[in-house]
């Protein structure tokens, strides 16, 4: 018997009469704030947490008390369950089942391992729906959708949210006092999941109402009258299908992002209305920095951030790609992080990429997040499935079940964490150079490219974007020993940093412009890239002489600019740069008014004009490259600018394999991470004052030669 019209009436009363829990309409970006009950507890850990995500439900046979065995000789002391299995908790509408969870729950329990319980929202039952299809996400363009896949839902619409309201509240209300919860997941590596449903888009329109007020207000800020779309009422607003207005697409991007903001604060509230006030809250980016998720509005109504970060293994492993997402996870709440999820052997969807880590890679990794602030390393999975999407997305255990070399070294870094955890964990890291992230200028810069794979009027993949440049920026400074921060458009100060990167800073409003120019004139150095102050927040170029409001700190001002068919050299090598002294996709012609040249284009045509400069402002200075550089150019001129910081010493002149992290334990005490990413022993000296090894036990003092073997750290704690 179909009975959404009573659950549509249930949903309309709940609405009423639970605010604050019920669906509610995503506010405008200004207004968009955190849950309303107060993110508490403080999360705090008396040792490193380290498991794996667990799912009884998908192994082919009964072996529960073996799993808890091997997990406990094993010496793993979290588990992270009941995410991805709506259908079992609720197998039919409104019927709901805990026996198959709670003995799972009781079993880990009694053998000290701690439970993280995820809610299953991210994947609908096949019931919900056959009853109500219309909750699936409509895609851009209206393509029909089909049920099959997970994360498929409209996740606004009110009927997905009653449903999704009664499994929450019945699992949180079930598990509020079990002393073996610690804490709950919501939901899973949530995105917008690109819905244009007619209610998403009416809660678009509603929310440009609030922003620009009238539609004549919207046409000016968007220019719409190229073309002549001028929206004389807000019904005539056409949806985002077939958009060419780069203000509509930026702005549906915030939208896509409010709306999962409003989601997960949604779910962050319900669960603490029912929760044990102990059990914190949380949720699993997807690695972050995602073009329709806004990480830092969502992270205010959590507890603590939680980041999956899967990354490249064997000849590839070198650490770098966990730092630049776990620096950024960490500068969410700047604070540390939970690592919901990992490799364990191999990772993806086919069975063409299976590169299970070498000897000492599982260990090391552990480590890898522990330094960049993780509290916690939980692998995805514990065993491997024997069927389905993710085959070959393989746990710590493999297909058939038993011990294995993986295991092993699960097992050894368990219990080394078992006698150094309490002396690890809650590690604090104080970088002096923060990396601006704005989500806006990637978005912005997607839509409007500054390279092409293909011909002209092609309209091919960017071979390089905004986030090249990102990841340009991090991979020098890592290279380079030098810990990394990231700020948002939205952080009001700078100051605490030394150095200030900005890559592209397409899209800003004046505000943030100022900030930068008031951090340099204060004292700060800024390596800016082109493309910086270029347009408005409406994704509309400034009509004022680039870089505009930037101009003064700068020193500059540019009227053309250009793409590079091929690669261009500086000319005279400038940065000593050898075979990496090269530019390409894009050069502005920059004209110094304040402003010294330091490196100009060896070319006939563009050679004229500066490709980098360097402003004293105030009591600081703006480095500016109006090109884009090679790797190891960019790596020579950061390397100048941390010199120039007077951020450089002993740590830039280990061996290229060797990256250490520094910070400080919750005890007091300086701690010092030493990684050997190769395959080979690397020897260095230890610069730091005298300590100890709590890896080994061993002593150590300034200047003495440490000896790491292939793929292995030492950790260094100062008296």
């Given amino acids: 018997m179909r009975k959404s019209g009573v659950h549509l009436l249930l949903a309309t009363l709940i609405a009423v009469n639970n605010a604050g829990a019920a669906p509610a309409q995503p506010q405008t970006k200004k207004q968009q704030k955190p849950a309303s009950v107060p993110a508490e507890p403080a999360v705090s850990f008396p040792t490193v947490l380290y498991g794996a995500a667990y799912y009884h439900e998908y192994e082919p046979y009964e072996r529960l008390d073996q799993d808890v065995q ?130 998403v888009f009416a809660g678009f329109v509603n929310h440009l109402k609030t922003k620009f007020g009238t539609p004549e207000n919207l046409n000016k800020a968007w220019f719409l009258n ?14 985002r299908d077939d958009a060419q207005s780069t203000g509509y697409k930026l702005e549906w991007t915030r939208w896509q992002q ?44 959590l507890d603590i951030a939680a980041v999956n970060n899967y990354h490249r293994t064997q000849d590839h492993f070198d650490g770098s790609d966990q730092s630049m997402a776990e620096d950024f996870t960490r500068s969410l709440k700047r604070g540390n992080f939970l690592v919901t999820e990992t490799n364990a052997q191999t990772t993806d969807w086919t069975s063409a990429f299976q590169l299970p880590p070498y000897d000492g890679q599982l260990r090391e990794d552990v480590y890898t997040h522990i330094a960049n602030g993780a509290d916690m390393v939980e692998y995805w999975h514990w065993a491997s499935i024997a069927a389905n999407q993710e085959t070959y997305w393989k746990g710590v255990l493999s297909h058939d079940y038993e011990p294995n070399r993986a295991y092993a070294e699960v097992s050894h870094t368990a219990y080394e964490l078992q006698r150094i955890g309490p002396q690890i964990v809650d590690m604090q890291l104080k970088n002096q150079v923060a990396i601006l ?144 002294n090269q530019v390409m996709y894009w050069a502005e012609f920059l004209i110094p008014e304040h402003a010294k040249a330091l490196a100009y284009y060896d070319h006939p045509f563009f050679g004229r004009w500066p490709a980098i400069t360097e402003n004293d402002y ?20 950061l390397t100048d600018a941390l010199k120039s910081a007077g951020l450089t010493g002993l740590d830039q002149q280990l061996p ?35 300590g100890k090894d709590l890896l080994t036990n061993e002593s150590i003092s300034n200047s003495q030669q440490v000896t790491l073997r292939p793929w292995d750290l030492a950790i260094v704690e100062e008296p």
């Fill in 226 to 239: 190229y073309w002549g779309e001028d929206v004389n009422s807000w019904y005539d607003l056409p949806t």
């Fill in 437 to 580: 992230w704005s989500r806006d200028s990637m978005n912005a810069i997607t839509f409007m490219p500054f390279t092409s794979s293909g011909p002209q009027w092609s309209f091919a993949p960017p071979v390089a974007g905004y986030g090249s440049l990102v990841r340009q920026f991090h991979n020098a400074l890592y290279s380079l020993n030098v810990g990394a921060d990231f700020v948002f458009s939205e952080t009001p100060d700078f100051s605490q940093y030394k150095l200030l990167i900005v890559p592209a800073l397409y899209i800003a409003d004046d505000s943030l412009l100022q900030r930068i120019s008031d951090y340099v004139k204060n004292g700060g150095h800024v390596v800016m890239t082109f493309k910086s102050g270029f347009a408005n927040g409406n994704s509309a170029v400034r009509w004022v002489r680039a870089p505009g409001p930037l101009r003064e700190a700068a020193g500059f001002s540019y009227q053309e600019f250009s793409n590079l068919e091929k690669p261009l050299a500086l000319k005279g090598d400038p940065f000593h740069a050898g075979k990496d």
């Fill in 656 to 690: 290229a394999s060797v990256h250490v992290v520094s910070g400080e334990n919750r005890f007091g005490k300086r701690l010092h991470y030493y990684f050997n990413y190769s395959e080979n022993a690397v020897s260095f000296n230890y610069s730091y004052p005298a």
């Fill in 618 to 637: 105030g009591q600081g200075s703006l480095l500016y490259e109006g090109t884009y550089l090679s790797d190891g150019l960019q790596r020579a001129i």
């Fill in 70 to 199: 091997l997990m406990k000789s094993a010496g793993l002391n979290v588990v992270r369950m009941g995410e991805s299995t709506w259908s079992l908790w609720e197998p039919e509408d409104g019927h709901f089942e805990y026996a198959w969870m709670d003995r799972v729950v009781d079993a880990m329990g009694k053998a000290g391992i701690k439970v993280i319980m995820g809610t299953p929202t991210y994947s609908i039952p096949t019931w919900l729906y056959k009853e109500h299809p219309e909750i699936l996400a409509r895609p851009l363009g209206g393509a029909k959708v089909f049920y099959g896949m997970r994360q498929s839902m409209d996740i606004e619409n009110p009927t997905f949210r009653f449903y999704a309201q009664r499994v929450i509240t019945n699992l949180v209300e079930h598990y509020k006092n079990n002393p073996y919860v610690i804490g709950w997941q919501i939901d899973n590596e949530t995105a917008s999941y690109g819905a244009s449903n007619p209610d």
């Fill in 258 to 301: 409010m709306r999962v903001t409003d989601y997960l604060s949604w779910q962050a509230a319900l669960v603490r209305r029912y929760r044990r006030h102990d059990q914190f809250v949380t949720t699993d980016f997807a690695g972050g920095m995602k073009p329709d998720v806004n990480e830092e509005s969502v992270s205010s109504a």
